[in-house]
């Protein structure tokens, strides 16, 4: 599924936070969305997933305006992973990931053996079917990550937003949850603060700053030495990675 933006402006009293975005993403396509703290990627990837609605402009998903959609019917097509959510602390994680299934359920049906399936593979792609049974607040932070993830898979989306989803997450977690979402056959935006790690598994990438687009394109474009001086005042190499041959960025600490 396509998502499309038009011009999405949002703000807080006199403050815009979101300004003039326009963006497409293909059907399979990750778009990887980077920018400084503060710059507006959990904003944005709120609006594009229907969760606040823009002051002026529009989101397309699939060709529908996503504000004439309902909220249930929005939920069976998108999922949002958010970024240090709090869930009811009494549950274990098994009830968290079935939690995903509730907009393909109606008042009256049972639990399916379809849920359950979707379940136990959700929770068995990010490493967790060992713990299904955990209680959720006993786990460490990648592990809720983790569980939040195969909530969202659970949900079984076409399209998935995903507000820094390496967050907590040990190195090797990093890799697989990118992997898994770039080879997932779905349409995926995701926030990340580690550079090298969107140019690895991002189809394209949006450069936030100051709420608006300051650059947009494949990795190599937009990952330059300048870019990364203008927007994120930092000072690097930008060389080519001969593991993936994406650009791979070395920071300069002087
Ligand atoms: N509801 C709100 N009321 C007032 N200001 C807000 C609100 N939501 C966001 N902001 C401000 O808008 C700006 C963008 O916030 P946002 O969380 O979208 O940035 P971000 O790029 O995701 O940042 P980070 O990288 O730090 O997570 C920030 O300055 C934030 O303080």
Redesign the pocket.
């Known amino acids: 599924m396509s998502v499309v933006a038009e011009n999405l402006n949002w703000g807080?009293?006199r403050?815009a936070?979101?300004l003039g975005v326009s963006l497409t993403v293909a059907p399979g396509e990750t778009l990887g969305l980077i920018?400084?703290?503060?710059?507006?990627?959990?904003?944005?990837?709120?609006l594009l997933a229907g969760l606040r609605r823009p002051d002026t402009g529009r989101v397309e998903i699939n060709g529908q305006d996503i504000a004439q959609v309902s909220r249930k019917a929005l939920s069976r097509q998108v999922a949002f992973v958010q970024?240090s959510v709090a869930t009811d602390t009494n549950v274990t994680v098994v009830d968290v990931v079935r939690l995903g299934r509730t907009p393909h359920r109606s008042a009256f049906a049972g639990w399916s053996e379809a849920d359950e399936t979707s379940v136990a593979e959700a929770l068995d792609r990010v490493d967790m079917a060992s713990r299904r049974k955990q209680a959720w607040q006993t786990l460490s932070g990648g592990e809720r990550q983790r569980v939040h993830i195969a909530r969202a898979l659970a949900q079984a989306p076409q399209v998935m937003f995903l507000?820094?989803p390496t967050n907590h997450l040990d190195i090797h977690h990093q890799i697989e949850i990118l992997r898994m979402v770039r080879d997932l056959d779905l349409t995926s935006v995701v926030?990340l603060?580690d550079l090298n790690l969107a140019a690895m598994f991002c189809d394209r990438i949006v450069v936030?700053q100051d709420?608006a687009v300051r650059v947009c394109g494949t990795p190599h474009t937009v990952l330059t030495r300048e870019t990364l001086r203008d927007v994120f005042r930092v000072s690097a190499y930008v060389d080519i990675s001969p593991y993936h041959s994406q650009p791979h960025i070395r920071f300069s600490a002087v």
């Open positions: 807080v009293k403050k936070i979101v920018g400084p703290n503060g710059s507006g990627k959990s904003s944005l990837l709120r970024q507000d820094e926030a603060h936030l709420g």
